[in-house]
């Protein structure tokens, strides 16, 4: 091997080289080298600051989340102060992937070093490969090796499609992916290991600090189908709770969200609108986590089963409750942000909302699914938690009720309707990619939400901006309500689903405060983004349905 570890991981400085705000409750510390990377993400495991709520490491940086601005401000001023010059432990043990190299551009990459066919095998399998950081998907690892000839670039056009179990390399690194997904990888082999799985205490094969060995094998390996998206689940009967009739245009299953996993490519997910999740949890006696419905646009219909306990918070609607299927009763209405009865066999109807665009629907004991890593949310992006409610479903009610029913119904808040949602931002970790024309443009004009729009991001139209820098970032964490501007200049406003790193300038971040406002604006609807003031922002205490919860 012609470098030694330390040199092909990049050694650095040992301390942080800068932090840079990444939103108010987050900072992006900047390192020198590798090396430096994963000492400060070693460190922060093991000796966490006060308020850390979450490490995500990645190529140059390191993103450490923290439970309030206060404790984000408290962090930044620790971070350059931290002796990074300690060795790294790496005691995750060795896991050895056999593989098949059998891949599509293993050709082009013995074109490209210069080695042949035969001479990536043995590089790719002669030395040891550490797992730097995670991000794009859970369960995939950005490994980093002793030495740097199998150093390629991305193919030119990505594939659709790289099935789960493709062994790749880009750049200086090389990876597995967990799942079939597009990507722009060199494609040199497969392999039946299962990067991510949750029967597993660890799920992620590949977890940061992780030691890998590839293993030529010559033999055929079936590739084992990676797991597949729960399907429709069937009628099954429910001793207390709800059956969906129609679950609208999409109906998923959301909490606060899971915390603390971004190192292992898990983003936090949890309700677009965290304030009208505690809403109707209070309204019904849950607690503030418990699971609910989130619905957009109306439509959804659910049956009780036994007497339940509702209430329906966020995006106004009508809500009409028909008893039984005989229509022998009237319908009645009930009103929104108000706890009510549906008694066994009745149905709730939700209408298209006034304005906003997501409700949600609390029920009394919560929604009761298993969780996933510690959260019974959905996560579009990622796969995880249940799949999208479907006709015919039961859904039984747990045990997180903790109080009693709320006699009175609370104020429900503005939402946005035709007119302009304003939106407070503050510069983000990358605004020094753009010149003080693009930073105006960015708030002088109002955006408007696409239709390829979901819970991942909102993709916005209108004046694209310029960047005064050419070439992409490496790849480093990013937050919710970062304004990610690829290359066309059309900013993308992350949300919940978001992944965990991306390689975009971050030229704002929205406030923590108005995500949930962000959260409820309709496709088509109008935006316009405000700078706010940092410390006004960040010291806001506001009330506690804006609060991070772990």
Same mark, same amino acid.
């Given at each position: 091997?012609?470098?030694?570890?330390?040199? !092909?991981?990049?050694?650095?400085?040992?301390?942080?080289?800068?932090?840079?705000?990444?939103?108010?409750?987050?900072?992006?510390?900047?390192?020198?080298?590798?090396?430096?990377?994963?000492?400060?993400?070693?460190?922060?495991?093991?000796?966490?600051?006060?308020?850390?709520?979450?490490?995500?490491?990645?190529?140059?940086?390191?993103?450490?989340?923290?439970?309030?601005?206060?404790?984000?401000?408290?962090?930044?001023?620790?971070?350059?102060?931290?002796?990074?010059?300690?060795?790294?432990?790496?005691?995750?043990?060795?896991?050895?992937?056999?593989?098949?190299?059998?891949g599509e551009d293993l050709a082009?990459?013995?074109?490209?070093?210069?080695?042949?066919?035969?001479?990536?095998?043995?590089?790719?399998?002669?030395?040891?490969?550490? =797992?730097?950081?995670?991000?794009?998907?859970?369960?995939?690892?950005?490994?980093?090796?002793?030495?740097?000839?199998?150093?390629?670039?991305?193919?030119?056009? *990505?594939?659709?499609?790289?099935? !789960?179990?493709?062994?790749?390399?880009?750049?200086?690194?090389?990876?597995?992916?967990?799942?079939?997904?597009?990507?722009?990888?060199?494609?040199?082999?497969?392999?039946?290991?299962?990067?991510?799985?949750?029967?597993?205490?660890?799920?992620?094969?590949?977890?940061?600090?992780?030691?890998?060995?590839?293993?030529?094998?010559?033999?055929?390996?079936?590739?084992?189908?990676?797991?597949?998206?729960?399907?429709?689940?069937?009628?099954?009967?429910?001793s207390s709770g709800l059956r969906?009739?129609?679950?609208?245009?999409?109906?998923?299953?959301?909490?606060?969200?899971?915390?603390?996993?971004?190192?292992?490519?898990?983003?936090?997910?949890?309700?677009?609108?965290?304030?009208?999740?505690?809403?109707?949890?209070?309204?019904?006696?849950?607690?503030?986590?418990? !699971?609910?419905?989130?619905? =957009?646009? @109306?439509?959804?219909?659910?049956?009780?089963?036994?007497?339940? =306990?509702?209430?329906?918070?966020?995006?106004?609607?009508?809500?009409?409750?028909?008893?039984?299927?005989?229509?022998?009763?009237?319908?009645?209405?009930?009103?929104?942000?108000? *706890?009510?009865?549906?008694?066994?066999?009745?149905?709730?109807?939700?209408?298209?909302?006034?304005?906003?665009?997501?409700?949600?629907?609390?029920?009394?004991?919560?929604?009761?699914?298993?969780?996933?890593?510690?959260?019974?949310?959905?996560?579009?992006?990622?796969?995880?938690?249940?799949?999208?409610?479907?006709?015919?479903?039961?859904?039984?009610? @747990?045990?997180?009720?903790?109080?009693?029913?709320?006699?009175?119904?609370?104020?429900?808040?503005?939402?946005?309707?035709?007119?302009?949602?304003?939106?407070?931002?503050?510069?983000?970790?990358?605004?020094?990619?753009?010149?003080?024309?693009?930073?105006?443009?960015?708030?002088?004009?109002?955006?408007?939400?696409?239709?390829?729009?979901?819970?991942?991001?909102?993709?916005?139209?209108?004046?694209?901006?310029?960047?005064?820098?050419?070439?992409?970032?490496?790849?480093?964490?990013?937050?919710?309500?970062?304004?990610?501007?690829?290359?066309?200049?059309?900013?993308?406003?992350?949300?919940?689903?978001?992944?965990?790193?991306g390689g975009y300038p971050v030229?704002?971040?929205?406030?923590?405060?108005?995500?949930?406002?962000?959260?409820?604006?309709?496709?088509?609807?109008?935006?316009?983004?405000?700078?706010?003031?940092?410390?006004?922002?960040?010291?806001?205490?506001?009330?506690?349905?804006?609060?991070?919860?772990?």
């Open positions: 091997m012609t470098q030694t570890t330390g040199e !092909a991981l990049q050694a650095g400085t040992g301390r942080v080289a800068g932090v840079r705000p990444a939103g108010t409750r987050a900072v992006l510390a900047e390192l020198a080298g590798t090396e430096d990377v994963l000492a400060l993400q070693a460190l922060l495991q093991e000796h966490p600051l006060p308020g850390q709520v979450d490490v995500l490491a990645a190529a140059r940086t390191v993103l450490v989340t923290a439970d309030s601005p206060a404790s984000a401000r408290r962090i930044a001023a620790t971070l350059p102060e931290l002796d990074l010059t300690a060795p790294v432990q790496r005691d995750g043990g060795l896991v050895v992937i056999d593989t098949v190299y059998d082009e990459v013995a074109r490209l070093t210069g080695l042949g066919p035969d001479g990536v095998v043995a590089a790719h399998t002669g030395q040891l490969w550490t =797992v730097a950081f995670a991000g794009f998907a859970p369960g995939f690892g950005y490994l980093l090796g002793e030495d740097s000839v199998l150093e390629v670039p991305r193919r030119s056009s *990505p594939r659709t499609a790289v099935p !789960a179990g493709a062994v790749a390399l880009a750049g200086t690194y090389s990876a597995v992916y967990p799942r079939r997904s597009p990507g722009g990888w060199q494609l040199i082999g497969h392999t039946t290991a299962r990067m991510w799985d949750l029967s597993r205490d660890q799920p992620a094969l590949a977890a940061p600090g992780q030691r890998i060995q590839f293993r030529a094998v010559r033999e055929s390996l079936d590739i084992t189908p990676e797991s597949a998206p729960a399907a429709d689940a069937p009628a099954q009967e429910a969906i009739i129609s679950p609208g245009l999409q109906s998923l299953i959301q909490d606060l969200g899971r915390t603390g996993h971004a190192g292992l490519g898990v983003s936090a997910a949890g309700a677009l609108d965290r304030a009208s999740l505690r809403r109707a949890n209070r309204l019904v006696g849950n607690a503030a986590s418990a !699971a609910v419905i989130e619905t =957009v646009a @109306g439509g959804l219909q659910v049956r009780a089963v036994g007497d339940q =306990v509702l209430a329906v918070t966020g995006a106004p609607a009508g809500l009409t409750i028909t008893a039984g299927d005989d229509g022998a009763a009237p319908d009645r209405t009930v009103p929104m942000a108000t *706890p009510f009865a549906l008694l066994d066999g009745e149905t709730l109807t939700l209408g298209a909302p006034a304005s906003g665009f997501r409700s949600y629907l609390a029920l009394r004991g919560g929604v009761d699914v298993p969780p996933v890593l510690g959260s019974r949310s959905t996560d579009t992006l990622a796969g995880l938690g249940p799949a999208p409610l479907a006709a015919g479903q039961a859904l039984a009610a @747990g045990g997180s009720a903790e109080s009693g029913v709320v006699g009175h119904p609370e104020i429900q808040p503005d939402f946005p309707d035709e007119g302009v949602t304003v939106l407070d931002v503050v510069p983000g970790p990358r605004s020094d990619w753009f010149d003080q024309a693009a930073l105006d443009a960015l708030t002088a004009q109002e955006w408007t939400v696409k239709p390829q729009s979901n819970r991942v991001g909102m993709r916005l139209d209108g004046t694209p901006l310029r960047r005064t820098r050419d070439g992409e970032l490496a790849s480093e964490g990013t937050v919710s309500g970062a304004l990610q501007v690829p290359p066309e200049g059309l900013p993308v406003l992350f949300l919940a689903d978001h992944p965990v790193t030229i704002a971040v929205v406030v923590d405060e108005h995500l949930d406002r962000a959260g409820q604006v309709p496709i088509g609807g109008i935006i316009r983004f405000r700078w706010a003031d940092r410390d006004s922002a960040s010291d806001n205490p506001t009330v506690s349905d804006t609060e991070v919860s772990s």
